[in-house]
């Protein structure tokens, strides 16, 4: 196993299951374009932790930070650090698997959502209960909620 000196950390602390929720890793990729920050490498825990959105996109994020001479290496899949004609595979093969755990999460999730309904369970949160942590309001609703 290698040591690293970590420079920096990116850590996405909400659900990044759609596209355009992964704040830290827009940021990441904003550091590295603009020249913000220099890497040698990023490393991850699993590849699916960069996307789980197929072979395509996993494949071109590997390809960017590459591109901007950063290596990306796993800490679950040890042969991403392994050069040669295979390693693409690899990627892709983990990216595949990725996406492929992400759908069967989302088929089992909605079956029981759907199960539940139609056992006349009442879904999401009861009427009149407020989230635990207050949103903050911003914009056009800011300036008039003090009214």
């Keep these: ?31 590295i374009r603009g020249g913000k920050q220099k890497y040698d490498y990023l490393v991850v825990w699993a590849l699916d932790r960069l996307s789980r959105l197929g072979i395509g996109p996993v494949l071109q ?4 930070f ?8 796993s800490i679950q899949e040890s042969w991403t650090s392994v050069d040669g004609p295979m390693r693409e595979l690899f990627i892709a093969v983990a990216a595949w698997a990725g996406k492929f755990e992400s759908d069967r ?5 909605l079956a029981g959502l759907a199960k539940a309904k139609s056992e006349g369970k009442k879904l999401g949160r009861p009427h009149g209960s407020k989230d635990k942590v207050r949103r903050r309001r911003s914009g056009y609703n800011n300036r008039y909620a003090r009214s």
């Design 66 to 73: 590459e591109n901007y001479g950063v290596q990306v290496r």
């Design 105 to 109: 999460r989302s088929e089992r999730t």
């Design 61 to 64: 994020l590997v390809t960017t």
């Design 1 to 31: 196993m290698s040591t690293y000196e970590v420079m920096w950390i990116y850590s996405e602390n909400e659900s990044a299951w759609k596209i355009g929720h992964q704040r830290e890793l827009k940021r990441l990729l904003d550091d």
